[in-house]
């Protein structure tokens, strides 16, 4: 079976961003404890114990990050998705692709949070260094927890740590769903 | 006052409030998925010591790396102590950091940024 609609092809996407040494890879229910299996995995990998430990904890710590980004903000999948039916549905992975790692999240959300996603990593990937510092600042200091937590920090600690650009694809799935790739490069 | 220690787990570091000598230390990984439900009773610990602190007041934070939502709640933490330094106690942080660990450094210059406190940023050597 196959999830391919208008135009997009889960699988293919998938086989596509496993390209390159693969040391993580999941589909499924992203919940507490496979964060905690996941992140298991990922420190116990040779691709990254033979790496310095500045790169190696920021591997971990920009993994951490958008695994639990998945975990707080998927919406629930389409039915009939063959991939899974799991309300807390997400793919992840962490490859080691040429010089960069890369950990690439993939999940559903509503059609209806597009906008709100595409502005805010477009006005992320718009800023410099010392913007992304400043307000990262700004925001620890100034604005409380959010009621999930992030305080709305996430995106913006993962774009620091990187000093890379966000790469998404918002792929129109379904009339209500839109798939979103989010591919982060850490090197 | 009670001393309360908290073994480290995979996703929360060790911590030890000690009253009677007014140390306060979180060691290890903060990446809980909610960080409130973690620090909340730490927070309200150190909010009933400030009822009755020692002159001197000291917090050791020696964290591998922590997520965002766990940076929240030690913002909360530090803002705790900067009252307490306020009214004129001694509160000194020692934040430490491997060498050549650059976040977390930055991280510890983003407290100081933020909070009115004597930082003191100790390199511990790989």
Redesign the interface.
Do not use: H, Q, R
């Given at each position: 079976m196959q999830d391919i609609k208008m135009g997009f092809n889960l699988e293919e996407w998938y086989a596509h961003k496993l390209q390159g040494d693969v040391i993580f890879k999941y589909t499924g229910s992203i919940s507490p404890e496979m964060i905690t299996h996941a992140l298991d995995a990922v420190e116990n990998s040779p691709l990254l114990t033979k790496e310095r430990l500045q790169t190696r904890k920021k591997v971990y710590n920009v993994f951490v990050e958008c695994m639990q980004n998945l975990y707080h903000h998927v919406d629930a999948p389409p039915a009939g998705l063959s991939a899974g039916g799991s309300p807390n549905f997400g793919i992840a992975c962490l490859v080691h692709d040429g010089s960069f790692f890369r950990v690439t999240t993939g999940n559903f959300i509503l059609r209806s949070k597009v906008n709100f996603i595409k502005d805010r990593i477009e006005q992320l990937n718009s800023l410099s260094d010392e913007e992304v510092r400043m307000l990262y600042r700004d925001i620890l200091g100034n604005e409380a927890l959010s009621e999930k937590g992030g305080g709305g920090l996430g995106m913006l600690d993962i774009v620091r740590k990187t000093g890379n650009k966000l790469e998404y694809f918002l792929y129109p799935y379904d009339g209500e769903h839109i798939f979103f790739s989010l591919d982060v490069y850490i090197s | 006052m009670e001393t309360i220690i908290r073994e480290d787990t995979?996703?929360t570091p060790y911590v030890k409030l000690d009253g009677e000598k007014g140390v306060v230390e979180i060691k290890g990984r903060s990446?809980?998925?909610?960080?409130?439900e973690f620090y909340k009773p730490l927070i309200d610990w150190i909010d009933e010591y400030g009822d009755d602190p020692k002159d001197n007041t000291i917090i050791n934070i020696q964290l591998?790396?922590f997520?965002?939502?766990s940076?929240?709640?030690i913002?909360d933490i530090f803002k705790k102590l900067e009252l307490l330094f306020k009214k004129g106690f001694k509160v000194q942080v020692n934040w430490y950091y491997?060498e050549?660990?650059?976040?977390?450094f930055?991280a510890g210059e983003?407290y100081q940024?933020?909070i009115n406190l004597p930082f003191k940023m100790i390199e511990m050597e790989?």
């Open positions: - | 995979p996703k990446i809980p998925e909610n960080s409130v591998e790396y997520n965002t939502s940076s929240k709640c913002l491997e050549d660990d650059e976040d977390m930055e983003d940024s933020i790989e």
